[in-house]
Nanobody, 124 residues
């Protein structure tokens, strides 16, 4: 059974930091691009960041460049998102996802597997 389980969400003040984790199981982690999406109330789900298992290349949405850092530990089948300088507009449910290519995932939302999500709330 494929599982993507997020953790690390919570409530933080603006300017603070959080580190999200995603534990993957049930599929070959190394064969996939793995990324993070988020969905704020009343808005569409959007791609935040992605990392390609094949070459380690990364993608970031313009809104998070310079503040968020994605990383993966293939040995642990785990994905991370370090979020610094958080803003109130970063408030959303954050989802871990796996797909074939970061470009397809981030631009066309072609995703094979989704996690259940973890809430991130940034207060002013």
């Amino acid at each position: 059974e494929v599982q993507l389980v997020e953790s690390g969400g919570g409530l933080v003040q603006a300017g603070g930091s959080l580190r999200l984790s995603c534990a993957a199981s049930g599929f070959t982690f190394d064969d996939y691009a793995i990324g993070w999406f988020r969905q704020a109330p009343g808005k569409e789900r959007e791609g935040v960041s992605c990392i390609s298992s094949s070459d380690g290349s990364t993608y970031y949405a313009d809104s998070v460049k310079g503040r968020f850092t994605i990383s993966a530990d293939n040995a642990k089948n785990s994905l991370y998102l370090q979020m610094n300088s958080l803003k109130t507009e970063d408030t959303a449910v954050y989802y871990c996802a796996a797909g074939s290519f970061c470009t397809d995932m981030m631009t066309r939302r072609i995703v094979h597997y989704w996690g259940q999500g973890t809430q991130v709330t940034v207060s002013s």
